[in-house]
């Protein structure tokens, strides 16, 4: 739940400040707003990501370990900082954050394009 509330607030934030930036009197460009969502949802990815890998770690480790070998999630995380320490919570950080800001960018984009078909259809709901 953190990491998906990380993930909105992260977008949110990111193109109001994109809004803002246009000087007084002009337009957000099309362009910019684009590139605006781009850079927002990419970083939105590496924010939820930061805060939801360690779990993800855990959850996997304990998915794809043979049976028996720990007896729940806080087996999993003592014997990982026992053995590995804590870096070991952010194993194969770049391949996924190298993912979390594309795929989290085109995400982002199809939400601001489905929000502009639904506004054109029903403008007032």
């Not at 002009?26 to 805060?51: C, H, S």
């Not at 995400?107 to 078909?117: D, H, Q, S």
Request: aromatic content about 10%; some cysteine; proline content about 6%.
């Amino acid at each position: 739940m953190p990491a998906s509330g990380l993930y909105f607030l992260t977008y949110e934030l990111i193109k109001k400040k994109v809004a803002e930036s246009v000087k007084e009197g002009e337009k957000l460009t099309p362009t910019r707003e684009f590139l605006g969502t781009i850079f927002a949802g990419g970083m939105a990815g590496v924010a939820n990501w930061t805060v939801g890998m360690p779990q993800d770690v855990l959850k996997s480790r304990l998915q794809t370990a043979p049976e028996g070998k720990y007896t729940g999630m806080g087996d999993v995380f003592r014997q990982l900082m026992k053995n590995e320490g804590p870096f070991a919570l952010y194993k194969g950080f770049v391949p996924v954050m190298t993912r979390a800001i594309p795929a989290n960018a085109a995400c982002f984009i199809g939400l601001e394009l489905c929000m502009r078909v639904l506004n054109q259809i029903a403008p007032n709901l």
